[in-house]
């Protein structure tokens, strides 16, 4: 690891410093996209046994927000329940009041407690669900039975 350079005000790129070497350009930071106004989306809701995760997107799939039941303070059981699942679902209404997409498509994953009443908040939190697709994986064949019993 070599020495950290430091850029000085007034030196430009391709300046010597005075210890003789160059000294590299002050960069801008990358500045966070803003914010659009997104007409089209889609939903993620993943309901498993413990906890309840929904992610909103655009629809190139680009992350917008997402929102668990444990980062809304359930903890233990209590994060699986369909309460919980509700208070996500007002949470991601919330956070796309602005600028998120009014017209989803919703896509449900899981067997859990939480994905029936997800998908009702959803209807009642003012989105336009054009579709609604279980994509739970469900195995073809799944594994290996056991060798049977001798007797």
């Known amino acids: 690891m070599g020495k950290k350079r430091i850029a000085e005000k007034g030196k430009i790129g391709g300046e010597k ?3 003789g070497k160059k000294v590299a ?4 930071k990358k500045k966070k996209k803003s914010s659009k106004g997104f ?14 995760m929904i992610t909103v997107t655009d629809e190139k799939g680009d992350v917008i927000t997402w929102a668990t039941a444990g980062t809304l ?13 509700s208070k996500v679902i007002s949470a991601i209404v919330e956070k796309v009041a602005k600028s998120g997409p009014r017209t989803v ?3 449900v994953s899981g067997i859990g407690p ?5 998908i009702r908040s959803l209807a009642s939190g003012g989105f336009d669900i054009t579709s609604i697709s279980d994509v739970t994986p469900v195995p073809f064949n ?6 049977s019993r001798r007797g």
């Open 105 to 107: 498509d919703v896509y």
């Open 25 to 28: 350009p002050l960069k801008d």
């Open 39 to 52: 007409e089209k989306g889609r939903i993620y809701i993943k309901s498993t046994y413990n906890n309840t």
């Open 142 to 147: 799944g594994p290996r039975p056991r060798k």
């Open 73 to 85: 303070g359930f903890s233990g059981p209590k994060k699986a329940t369909p309460f919980a699942a």
């Open 17 to 19: 410093s005075e210890s």
């Open 114 to 118: 939480g994905r029936d009443s997800a």
